[in-house]
Antibody
Framework: QVQLLQSGAEVKQPGASVKLSCKASGYAFTNYYLHWVRQAPGQGPEWIGVISPSGINTFSAQNFQGRVSMTTDTSTSTVYMELGSLRSDDTAFYYC????????????WGQGTLVTVSS | QSALTQPPSASGSPGQSVTISCSGTGSDVGGHNLVSWYQQHPGNAPKLLIFDIDMRPSGVPDRFSGSRSGNTASLTVSGLQAEDEADYYCTSSAGSNTVIFGGGTKLTVL
């Protein structure tokens, strides 16, 4: 079965960077794009960006451009997202999600990683 | 880019139908067929309900249906059940391979 297993919770200070991982299993990793979405406590989701399985193509929301980096490791079927210059309002659950065969619809989601930014 | 506009809340009694709207612009909802809807229960990740405006993934009950008129997409939940109480979010392509979410609607089953 399709699974997206994300790395554990992180606590970071303002100004630091965080790198999250998302390991895919149960499907052909090279056939599907992966998205990153975050959700602050009590808020709606916010789209961060998407990466092709090869890692060649990446697209991100304007709010995150210059601050986010997404990469893939096809040998381990893992996608990474690094977010820099962290602020307190970056505190949120961060999800990876697989794009289905239909563009921009996300059919499988990871369990989420809580990132807390606090001094 | 601003989030798509959804009503913050909606409600209905068991067995009734409820429609949730998602308003955007010609650059997103009205300009692409890539509108999706998600259901999210507390503590869980979102679940895909509708893609490409009105298509259901396998396993999603046909009580859930989607539509679009101009720059506004809609999700209708028919035959409301207690388990439908959740948050609902729309998304749309916003061009240049980007995605935008709606602000979300909390559905209460009375």
């Amino acid at each position: 079965q399709v699974q997206l297993l994300q790395s554990g919770a992180e606590v970071k200070q303002p100004g630091a960077s965080v790198k999250l991982s998302c390991k895919a299993s149960g499907y052909a990793f090279t056939n599907y794009y992966l998205h990153w979405v975050r959700q602050a406590p009590g808020q709606g989701p916010e789209w961060i960006g998407v990466i092709s399985p090869s890692g060649i193509n990446t697209f991100s929301a304007q709010n995150f451009q210059g601050r986010v980096s997404m990469t893939t490791d096809t040998s381990t079927s893992t996608v990474y997202m690094e977010l820099g210059s962290l602020r307190s309002d970056d505190t949120a659950f961060y999800y990876c999600a697989r794009q289905s065969k239909h563009p921009h619809s996300l059919d499988y989601w990871g369990q989420g990683t809580l990132v807390t930014v606090s001094s | 880019q601003s989030a798509l506009t959804q009503p913050p809340s909606a409600s209905g009694s068991p067995g009734q139908s409820v429609t949730i709207s998602c308003s955007g612009t010609g650059s997103d909802v009205g300009g692409h067929n890539l509108v999706s809807w998600y259901q999210q229960h507390p503590g869980n990740a979102p679940k895909l309900l509708i893609f490409d405006i009105d298509m259901r993934p396998s396993g999603v009950p046909d009580r859930f249906s989607g539509s679009r008129s101009g720059n506004t997409a809609s999700l209708t939940v028919s035959g409301l059940q207690a388990e439908d109480e959740a948050d609902y979010y729309c998304t749309s392509s916003a061009g240049s391979n980007t995605v935008i979410f709606g602000g979300g609607t909390k559905l209460t089953v009375l």
